[in-house]
């Protein structure tokens, strides 16, 4: 076969990442991989198996293009109880993860070129969908509040100027990936005011939600504090039962689900892991909440000690409370970056600042996860940390 002039000739754009991201590692503080440690499997598989046996006929056709309508009615029921978000399962669309809502979103609204407005930093996964896509991709000014709404209305108006509106804004609205911020309510309104104001649509991402460990109740979705239909809610059950399982949602506003339709509503999941999920979450979801949140608490703990013993305190992170990162400033210069080889060769991987930016800078930034490792190799994991930032002297 020949394969000459078979492939796109659309140009793909190249996207940079640091050496050492894809080795294996004994220390994995570089991905929010599900918590392992507060999972059962057995009772997973035992809640899958009584689902098959019940409802095994609903395999044999596709499924509804939306997704099997058992777990949106479950969907429905959780977010109207865990976060007072109401809508009706008609609304939601399943999608392989938080990843495929996302991209399924691109297909509709996106074209080379087209503007997009995203937090100073943002996760990398969507990063790098828009980088593909040839996106025009403006960062927004962000304080411990998230993005600041002076600088959104600045950079709108500058736009604007230009005759440009942004396609969508896309935000991680509860412990964002990757600064574990949580919008809180007011900046929230104001956000949504100023979207408005500009006819640019949000996607608020809360991929997170499930893991609050302590502090303040969250405050409520911006999908819910809308009153114009300009929000597009996205999140999955990827960290909460397993990343494999792929399974992921977006209550969408009527346009958008009509523009969602138009490509049968894209990157659906499988009928069997969506069938699984609904039957665990019946059946185990609340219990698992609570030994997740166990877990994570003793998780970010042990990071939070292990740092404070190895860590000098010309470094700065955070102490969240909820999700599984953390996020950590090494002095000015420090380039996190070019050194993540040199840790994954000795076992230990993290996120470079820079991997969470459309320009790749601010490497003196790095993000570390703890929700894969136990608490002993976390303390293990950060005491090597410390000793290739010092020999490499980034602290
Ligand atoms: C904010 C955010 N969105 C989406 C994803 C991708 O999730 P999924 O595996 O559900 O596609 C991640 C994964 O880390 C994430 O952190």
Redesign the pocket.
């Known amino acids: 076969m020949d394969y000459n002039n078979k492939f796109t000739t659309h140009k793909i754009p190249e996207i940079t990442w640091p050496d050492g991201l894809q080795d294996e590692t004994k220390y994995t503080f570089s991905i ?1 991989y599900t918590d392992q440690h507060s999972m059962d499997y057995k009772q997973f598989a035992e809640t899958t198996k009584d689902i098959i046996l019940k409802d095994g006929n609903s395999l044999a056709p596709y499924p509804d293009p939306q997704g099997y309508p058992e777990l949106r009615n479950t969907i429905a029921e959780r977010l109207s109880t865990l976060r007072g978000l109401n809508t009706d399962p008609d609304s939601i669309v399943l999608t392989a ?4 809502s ?1 991209s399924s979103l691109l297909n509709v609204f996106l074209e080379p070129g087209d503007t997009v407005l995203i937090e100073e930093f943002s ?1 990398l ?2 990063l790098a969908m828009l980088m593909g896509r040839s996106a025009n991709i403006v960062h927004i000014d962000c304080d411990e509040e998230g993005i600041i709404p002076e600088s959104l209305e600045e950079n709108l108006a500058k736009l604007k100027k230009q005759n440009i509106t942004p396609k969508f804004m896309y935000l ?1 609205s509860v412990y964002q ?1 990757p600064t574990g911020i949580t919008i809180p309510l007011e900046r929230r309104k104001s956000i949504i005011q100023i979207a408005q104001k500009y006819n640019v649509p949000i996607f608020e ?1 809360e ?1 997170y939600a499930d893991f609050r460990i302590d502090g303040d109740p969250l405050p409520p979705t911006m999908f819910e504090l809308d009153d114009q239909d300009s929000v597009t809610y996205i999140s ?1 059950y ?1 960290k909460f039962l397993g ?1 494999g399982l792929r399974i ?1 949602y977006s209550v969408v506003p009527p346009s958008v689900k009509e523009a969602l339709q138009k490509i049968r509503f894209g990157d659906s999941p499988s009928q069997l892991a969506t069938m699984a999920t609904f039957n665990y979450l019946e059946k185990h979801g609340y219990e698992h909440g609570i030994e997740v949140e166990k877990s994570l608490l003793n998780k970010r703990d042990a990071m939070l000690s292990a740092l404070s013993e190895n860590f000098p305190d010309t470094c700065e992170w955070t102490k969240p409370n909820g999700g599984m990162m953390l996020w950590m400033k090494l002095p000015e210069g420090s380039n996190s970056w070019d050194i993540l080889q040199t840790a994954a060769d000795r076992g230990v991987k993290y996120n470079p600042g820079g991997l969470f930016r459309a320009d790749r800078k601010r490497n003196n930034y790095l993000r570390l996860t703890y929700s894969y490792n136990s608490p002993e190799e976390i303390h293990e994991g950060v005491k090597l940390l410390a000793d290739v930032f010092e020999k490499e002297k980034l602290i």
């Open positions: 929010t993860g938080a990843g495929g996302i996760y996964g969507t991680i990936n991402n991929s999955a990827t990343c992921g």
